[in-house]
């Protein structure tokens, strides 16, 4: 009897894990493999990594690999630069960013990325998010940029995040105040919006380009504008010995850019954008000329694997990029330090509860965190602009249509506007 028992136990807990790891309330099938906020498809909104739940999806290797970080120099005059997310089949050698939802408010003009804000029906924003197609873990990622946040309430970023681990490291403009740019950092989504740190720019962001970077090593994170560093935060700082943990941003990120509607969100947010947008001060636009990412660990080739069932290129035998400099070979086996083992145990604080008003720029996810990241160079700029333009949309994540062929893919940007609105909150103050 005890043996009966015990396997009916044991049969509960096998059915118990079996529920847990379907997607919503389906199982995904191979013909739609990836998992994303309980929908399945097989397109790249589903399974680039950021995206993709693997532990949903049906199969472990379902999702698209990470790709890791090579020396990019990203120009979008350059073909390889940008793609719709539609577009892309999974290979990052092929393209450095995308835009991340659908519509897509992001488009390259003369040269440069611009995203847009746009009105919906109810009145509120819908922005663009812009994601690098490989991941970070310590480097240097420099924009030339302008903000577009010419009216209060309208918010931009610049932003190294792991969505999944709740590590980032920002820029953040608001229309509220043109002059300056907002830095701050978080660490397993434990907000401290104290810890924000303003920097003068010498003119209004958002009429002229600056030069925003971010320094980030084991060590220390150092945010420049214009070539003048402003602020350096050392992780020997984030010390917290109650928890016995060094709160500092360690975990592979994704480089990320948008434009957001905070002017429509709770009372605390909207002050501090500025908002609520004067519409009739648009258009709304943010616009970056070039992308630098300098990785800290180079010198490896960095190997792409096809998808498999979720598609790619089938006819591209040759999928490796090109090796970084042969003097820097031996600093992929840099040691990095160490992690702290009790991270998962950190409580994480409440966000804003008006999380589906805002559209940000920060649901990357990394299925990687493998110490010895490979790394390669590519260089993005010599390619001729691409003649594919894709023209404005202004689409609202609420007019769902669940009987089209693109409906999934629309309830899930509407799924990820609401996730991503989360990471809107933790950058609003």
Known sequence: MKSITLFALAAAAVLQTATAAKCGSQDCGKDAPCCVRGYCNANAMYCIPFNCEAQNSYSADSCWDTAHCVKSNVNFGSANAFAQI?????????????????????????????????????????????????????????????????????????????????????????????STVQSNYYWHDQLDYTKMVKS?????????????????????????????????????????????????????????????????????????????????????????????????????ETTYTPPGSSGGDDDDDDKSSTASDDDDEDESSTDKSSKDDDKSSSDKTSKDNDKSSKHSSSDEESDSKDASSDQSSEDLSDEPESDDSVDEETGSSEDL????????????????????AAMAAACAF
């Open 86 to 178: 539609a577009d892309y089949k999974g290979d990052p050698s092929k393209t450095a960013f995308v835009s991340q939802f659908e519509p897509s408010n992001a488009k390259v003009v003369g040269g440069e990325l611009q995203m847009e804000l746009v009105k919906q029906g109810d009145g509120k924003g819908f922005g663009a998010t812009v994601m690098n197609t490989r991941a970070i873990q310590y480097g240097t990622v420099t924009a030339v940029m302008r903000s577009g946040c010419t009216s209060g309430g309208v918010v931009s970023s610049f932003i190294i995040r792991n969505d999944k681990v709740g590590d980032e490291i920002d820029f953040e403009f608001v229309g509220a105040d043109k």
């Open 200 to 300: 003068q720019v010498v003119s209004d962001t958002t009429k002229n380009d600056h030069t925003y970077q971010i320094q980030w090593t084991p060590d220390q994170i150092v945010w420049t504008v214009d070539g003048n560093a402003f602020r350096t935060v050392k992780r020997s700082e984030t010390w917290d010995a109650g928890s016995g943990t060094f709160k500092y941003p360690d975990s592979e990120s994704y480089v990320s850019f948008s434009i957001w509607d905070g002017g429509s969100g709770a009372q605390g947010t909207a002050d501090w954008a500025g908002g609520p947008i004067q519409w009739g001060q648009g258009p709304f636009v943010a616009g970056i000329k070039s992308i630098d990412i300098d990785c800290y660990y180079k010198g490896n």
């Open 401 to 420: 249509d669940e009987s089209s062929d693109t409906s999934s893919s629309t309830l899930l940007t509407a799924s990820l506007s609401a996730v991503v």
